[in-house]
């Protein structure tokens, strides 16, 4: 087993890249499968996500070669429908798959995906807009068959907003015979960039970005090429870890336009902090309490919660923190208790954290893919050694973090026992 092991209460200094946008890459991966041609994805992160995707395509037959943050997939030589229920069960984005498949082969067997264990992520959704479009849905607790001969054009009203639902089905109906409206769509950046790898394949896609898209379908779709934007999740996190350990960081590669929300909660939680085009500089800041509620895009991103709450024991007074997206999302906190932080669970969406308190060094065990990033944070600011286990889910969506948070000047490793 490998494990993290952190000396906390050390300054960082110097500049951290970000790496292309894990939740982008993911489905450029899945929009592959809609193609007639190669595909050529460039900026993509080197994260156990991607590897496990490229995997379950491998499975289905499709070749794909890799180079570094390159990786070029031909879809051409896929020769079944049904995964591997072994590789579905690690990734939970391998759910993208299902409207590609059903879309480009009529036929689609999953197993029902895998991933963090953050709360009740349904399928519904997904089903419900893929029937909407004409598939025949058979369904079971361990797997789902959908079926089609052609799929048609649909109006799909989404009853709350859902990224990876919006983008499933945006990709499903480019091939689908008529126009598809979805209503009350995600907006988060990688939808548009999405669709702009989607229209420069040959797809009709507009409204991406907004809460209405419409798809006109086509018959076919070709080969194309593009570049991953940066991973705003990466970039939040890296500034909430120069301010939580009191240093001068520079965040580079990055979109702060991405991360309006984020940079003016962290403002307001007196944060001082340098933006310019593509980087964010941290500045040590004694920061103060303030109240947070994630939301949709272009609200607060549920995925940097983790790290602004452990933020918050280092901020002077009580902030509410509200998870408004996933209802297990704040179980974490209880491990923050453990090391010294003062966190009430009002309900499974609410805490009130009381700051600031010093932070003592444990072994701990990373539950999720955020919160064991945050955990990474808390070690850093703790006093003593922390033994972070699990990495592999941190791993699963950043890249190499070790030797970038070393170049840094901080005092991880990982070991294996």
Known sequence: ????????????????????????????????????GKCTIKNIPEIEDI?????????????????????????QSINKTKPSDDLVHKLRSSVMLAGPLLAHYGKVTMAHPGGCVIGQRPIDMFLSGFKAMGAKVEENDHEYTLQAKKLHGAKIVMPWVMVTATESLMMTACLAEGTTTIINAAMEPEIPALADFLNSCGAKISGAGTP????????????????????????????????????????????????????????????????????????????????????????????????????????????????????????????????GAKIIMCDPHRVIVSGPTPLIAKKLESPDLRAGMGLVLAGLVAEGKTVIDNIYQIERGYENPIARLQALGAKIEKIKE
Not at 1 to 26: D, F, R, T, W
Not at 216 to 225: I, M, P, Q
């Open 1 to 36: 087993m490998e494990k993290y092991v952190i000396e906390g209460g050390h300054k960082l200094h110097g500049e951290i890249p970000v790496y292309g946008a894990k939740n982008e890459a993911l489905k450029i991966i899945a929009a592959s499968v809609l193609l007639e």
């Open 51 to 75: 590897n496990r995707l490229v995997e379950i395509l491998e499975d289905l037959g499709a070749k794909v070669e890799r180079n570094g943050h390159e990786i070029t997939i031909d879809p």
């Open 212 to 339: 209405i898209i419409t798809i006109e379908g086509v018959e076919k779709l070709s080969g194309g090429e593009c570049t991953i934007i940066p991973d705003r999740i990466e970039a939040g996190t890296f500034a909430i870890m120069g301010l939580i350990t009191g240093s001068e960081i520079t965040v580079t590669g990055c979109e702060p336009k991405h991360l309006e929300t984020v940079l003016e909660t962290l403002r307001r939680a007196n944060a001082k902090l340098e933006v310019g085009d593509n980087w964010i500089k941290t500045k040590p800041s004694k920061l103060k309490a303030v109240e947070l509620r994630t939301h949709e895009y272009p609200g607060f991103p549920t995925d940097l919660q983790s790290p602004f709450t452990i933020l918050m024991t280092q901020a002077e007074g009580m902030s509410l923190i509200h998870e408004a997206i996933y209802e297990g999302r704040l179980f974490y906190t209880d491990k923050l208790n453990a090391m």
